[in-house]
């Protein structure tokens, strides 16, 4: 197994251009998520989805749009790159949602990405 | 306001050390509590999880504790070697369908 498979790991963007981060992940999971990481602050959800076809707002989703259509992947879209969307972005997965039972998350390398 | 503190301060022990970690939370009341280790450049990885009715909880050198009283863990490092130098960050569920992060706690271990 793979685990979860970001790509690309690394991207540079000009302001105002948009472009989609990828994220596959090859378990199985009905959960997937994206974080975004910046330094001193934890890791913050974008968007999540419990299944395929279901999405739903995180923490910090503007600017981000996200779609479902297989259980195995779950891109990330940045309608009009920001400088403060300059980041790492982690995408996640765990074979079911987070619930009052035992559920880790398994998350990829993360795509590092610069806005100009 | 809800908030998750991790010692943004990193520790810095001698191989063999015991090394502790502590995660205060303010305003929650998790159901659960996830110990993850992250590598530089690379994603966090699941270590331990402790439920609220739990007080303790092992693995290998790994232990974790969990006071809900005190709204604390400590998250502890026995016989500690080189190769456990990362940034471990703790998480909580406090309900719904998101897990919330604290910022992680750089440990060097020092040969």
């Known amino acids: 197994n793979a685990g979860v498979t970001q790509t690309p790991k690394f991207q540079v963007l000009k302001t105002g251009q948009s472009m989609t981060l990828q994220c596959a992940q090859d378990?199985?999971?009905?959960?997937m998520s994206w974080y975004r990481q910046d330094p001193g602050m934890g890791l913050r959800l974008i968007h999540y989805?419990?299944?395929?076809?279901?999405?739903d707002q995180g923490e910090v989703p503007n600017g981000y749009n996200v779609s479902r259509s297989t259980t195995e992947d779950f891109p990330l879209r940045l309608l009009s790159a920001a400088p403060s969307q300059t980041s790492v972005y982690f995408c996640?997965?765990?074979?079911?949602?987070?619930?009052?039972?035992?559920?880790?998350?398994?998350f990829g390398d993360g795509t590092r990405l610069s806005i100009l | 306001s809800q908030k998750i503190e991790q010692n943004s301060e990193a520790l810095n022990i001698q191989e063999g050390k015991t090394a502790t970690l502590t995660c205060n939370y303010t305003?929650?009341?998790?159901?659960?509590l996830q110990w993850y280790r992250q590598d530089p450049g690379r994603g966090p990885v699941f270590l331990l999880l402790?439920?609220?009715?739990?007080k303790e909880k092992r693995k290998e050198r790994l232990k974790v504790t969990f006071d809900t009283t005190l709204k604390q863990s400590l998250f502890h490092i026995t016989a500690s070697q080189p190769a456990d130098s990362a940034t471990y960050l703790c998480?909580?569920?406090?309900?719904?369908?998101?897990?919330?992060f604290g910022a992680g706690t750089r440990l060097f271990v020092k040969a």
């Open positions: 402790i439920r609220e009715n739990e």
């Open positions: 998480a909580l569920y406090t309900g719904g369908f998101k897990t919330i």
């Open positions: 996640a997965s765990s074979y079911s949602q987070p619930s009052y039972s035992n559920q880790p998350q398994h």
């Open positions: 989805s419990v299944g395929a076809g279901i999405t």
């Open positions: 305003n929650y009341s998790p159901a659960y």
């Open positions: 378990m199985n999971h009905e959960y």
